[in-house]
């Protein structure tokens, strides 16, 4: 036991929600404990995953609170782990389910040195690694499916990487929809987009050639007809993972915080949660008195301040007049548009400041002013690079990469002068996002034709600029 550590129930516990000290002692019905030492995942009054200790031992405890009965959540939890076990795949081992009035406890030997899948993938510089990774979840995937077994939230932080081999975790997701026979192609396919779509879209023109490898140990022809469907499969798939992906920004998880009232609504990132930070949502209009201006405009003033010494900027939207006001009472601030596209930016992979806070004051359901936080992107602005430099060529495939990213995204910028892109080395960054629109198929002719206007005195740049972004 850890005598410094606070003394809780399991109740206590549950009621404690998202704000769990931690090292924390939490008793059981017989008297004996566990010590959680580390939160790794809560869903308040619903589930709590942890590092622990438990007879001296450090393990992995899944807590399903309940009321009363046994919960559905703690079942699936139990048949999944059966069924991995039943066909011999490789997942942690479990030591102990304890079951009480509160709560039931899955215990699992913990593995301090595995590491998650995802981990392993985004780390890694080696090509060949990487590789290796990928060939190893498919080939677990195919192990999954042939012995009938669906990982219904199938993604790669659901496999952990320890001494060459893979464990499958998140157990409670395993189900068999086939009557343990081996699961239809169908189903198979949909399943294996699940993977794919986790990728970033500049990856994912890898998936035909490990969907090769699957269809060969499946003992499947890899027609033209099945590679079809699994392309479809994997857009299917990306496009409900980015819609559930941004309706998420706007409520409370585990990433965000999300306050309203009737007079106003405030969602902000949980790991800037400080006095300081909360001083900065209570009253922005004094941070932006005292910050340093970076923007004075009559539609948006924009600061860049401090708090607890990490650099943030705000941008507070103006009403220029009551009939601007007015129309805005009805629909998305220009704030919330900003949030909006900041992550799906971001989960496309393109780089943008990355969003920290949205406040709109609110009269009930009407919006008045709003503003926008975002992490403190240094660079300069293109036009004022190019006007002392000769293009970067790592300058040039950046812009290039972020226009196609755009159309093949259906996004439209709305306003790509110069000026909305920031420089530092080869990367390029886009900012001042609250005029984009996505699912357009119009529109992208006109970012472009804005961006050139900006070099018509430079004919040489123009040219090359018009020949890499294959305008005619």
Same mark, same amino acid.
């Given at each position: 036991?850890?005598?410094?550590?606070?003394?809780?129930?399991?109740?206590?516990?549950?009621?404690?929600?998202?704000?769990?000290?931690?090292?924390?002692?939490?008793?059981?019905?017989?008297?004996?404990?566990?010590?959680?030492?580390?939160?790794?995942?809560?869903?308040?009054?619903?589930?709590?995953?942890?590092?622990?200790?438990?007879?001296?031992?450090?393990?992995?405890?899944?807590?399903?609170?309940?009321?009363?009965?046994?919960?559905?959540?703690?079942?699936?939890?139990?048949?999944?782990? #059966?069924?991995?076990?039943?066909?011999?795949?490789?997942?942690?081992?479990?030591?102990?389910?304890?079951?009480?009035?509160?709560?039931?406890?899955?215990?699992?030997?913990?593995?301090?040195?595995?590491?998650?899948?995802? #981990?392993?993938?985004?780390?890694?510089?080696?090509? *060949?690694?990487?590789?290796?990774?990928?060939?190893?979840?498919?080939?677990?995937?195919?192990?999954?499916?042939?012995?009938?077994?669906?990982?219904?939230?199938?993604?790669?932080?659901?496999?952990?990487?320890?001494?060459?081999?893979?464990?499958?975790?998140?157990?409670?997701?395993?189900?068999?929809?086939?009557?343990?026979?081996?699961?239809?192609?169908?189903?198979?396919?949909?399943?294996?987009?699940?993977? !794919?779509?986790?990728?970033?879209?500049?990856?994912?023109?890898?998936?035909?050639?490990?969907?090769?490898?699957?269809?060969?140990?499946?003992? !499947?022809?890899? #027609?033209?007809?099945?590679?079809?469907?699994?392309?479809?499969?994997?857009?299917?798939?990306?496009?409900?993972?980015?819609?559930?992906?941004?309706?998420?920004?706007?409520?409370?998880?585990?990433?965000?915080?999300?306050?309203? #009232?009737?007079?106003?609504?405030?969602?902000? @990132?949980?790991?800037?949660?400080?006095?300081?930070?909360?001083?900065?949502?209570?009253?922005?209009?004094?941070?932006?008195?005292?910050?340093?201006?970076?923007?004075?405009?009559?539609?948006?003033?924009?600061?860049?301040?401090?708090?607890?010494?990490?650099?943030?900027?705000?941008?507070?939207?103006?009403?220029?007049?009551?009939? @601007?006001?007015?129309?805005?009472?009805?629909?998305?601030?220009?704030?919330?548009?900003? !949030?909006?596209?900041?992550?799906?930016?971001?989960?496309?992979?393109?780089?943008?400041?990355?969003?920290?806070?949205?406040?709109?004051?609110?009269?009930?359901?009407?919006?008045?002013?709003?503003?926008?936080?975002?992490?403190?992107?240094?660079?300069?602005?293109?036009?004022?690079? !190019?006007?002392?430099?000769?293009?970067?060529?790592?300058?040039?495939?950046?812009?290039?990469?972020?226009?196609?990213?755009? @159309? *093949?995204?259906?996004?439209?910028?709305?306003?790509?002068?110069?000026?909305?892109?920031?420089?530092?080395?080869?990367?390029?960054?886009?900012?001042?996002?609250?005029?984009?629109?996505?699912?357009?198929?119009?529109?992208?002719?006109?970012?472009?034709?804005?961006?050139? @206007?900006?070099?018509?005195?430079?004919?040489?740049?123009?040219?090359?600029?018009?020949?890499?972004?294959?305008?005619?």
């Amino acid at each position: 036991m850890d005598n410094n550590a606070l003394k809780l129930t399991l109740q206590d516990l549950n009621l404690a929600g998202r704000e769990i000290p931690v090292p924390v002692n939490v008793f059981l019905e017989d008297g004996s404990y566990i010590t959680i030492e580390k939160v790794l995942r809560v869903l308040p009054g619903k589930r709590l995953v942890a590092k622990a200790q438990w007879h001296k031992k450090p393990v992995l405890a899944k807590i399903f609170f309940q009321k009363g009965k046994p919960g559905s959540a703690a079942k699936k939890e139990n048949r999944g782990y #059966n069924a991995i076990k039943k066909v011999g795949i490789v997942t942690p081992e479990r030591l102990s389910v304890i079951r009480e009035k509160q709560a039931q406890l899955f215990l699992y030997d913990f593995i301090s040195e595995g590491e998650s899948l995802y #981990n392993m993938l985004e780390k890694t510089t080696s090509p *060949a690694e990487h590789s290796n990774l990928l060939r190893m979840v498919v080939l677990a995937t195919v192990s999954l499916h042939e012995n009938g077994l669906l990982q219904e939230d199938l993604h790669f932080d659901n496999f952990m990487y320890w001494l060459g081999e893979l464990y499958v975790i998140d157990v409670a997701s395993i189900t068999s929809p086939e009557n343990h026979q081996p699961l239809s192609q169908s189903t198979s396919i949909e399943n294996l987009a699940l993977l !794919w779509a986790q990728l970033p879209p500049s990856e994912q023109s890898l998936a035909q050639a490990y969907f090769t490898l699957y269809c060969a140990k499946r003992n !499947w022809l890899a #027609n033209e007809s099945l590679r079809t469907q699994f392309d479809c499969a994997i857009t299917t798939a990306w496009e409900k993972r980015k819609n559930h992906y941004l309706q998420k920004q706007f409520r409370e998880c585990t990433e965000n915080i999300r306050l309203k #009232n009737f007079a106003e609504e405030i969602i902000f @990132k949980r790991k800037f949660k400080s006095t300081g930070f909360e001083d900065l949502l209570k009253n922005p209009d004094m941070f932006l008195a005292k910050g340093e201006m970076l923007k004075d405009g009559n539609s948006a003033t924009v600061v860049k301040i401090d708090i607890d010494n990490q650099p943030f900027v705000i941008k507070r939207y103006n009403n220029k007049n009551f009939l @601007k006001a007015f129309t805005r009472l009805f629909k998305k601030s220009r704030a919330e548009r900003c !949030w909006y596209f900041a992550h799906l930016l971001g989960f496309i992979d393109l780089q943008t400041p990355a969003p920290v806070a949205v406040i709109v004051n609110r009269f009930g359901p009407f919006r008045l002013n709003s503003y926008f936080i975002s992490e403190y992107h240094e660079g300069s602005t293109l036009q004022k690079v !190019w006007s002392k430099n000769e293009p970067n060529l790592d300058i040039v495939e950046s812009i290039v990469t972020i226009f196609m990213q755009l @159309k *093949a995204n259906r996004i439209v910028h709305g306003d790509c002068k110069s000026t909305n892109f920031l420089v530092k080395g080869g990367d390029v960054c886009l900012i001042d996002l609250d005029s984009m629109q996505d699912k357009q198929d119009t529109g992208f002719k006109n970012d472009i034709q804005r961006f050139l @206007k900006d070099w018509q005195q430079k004919p040489e740049l123009l040219a090359y600029l018009k020949k890499q972004l294959k305008v005619e």
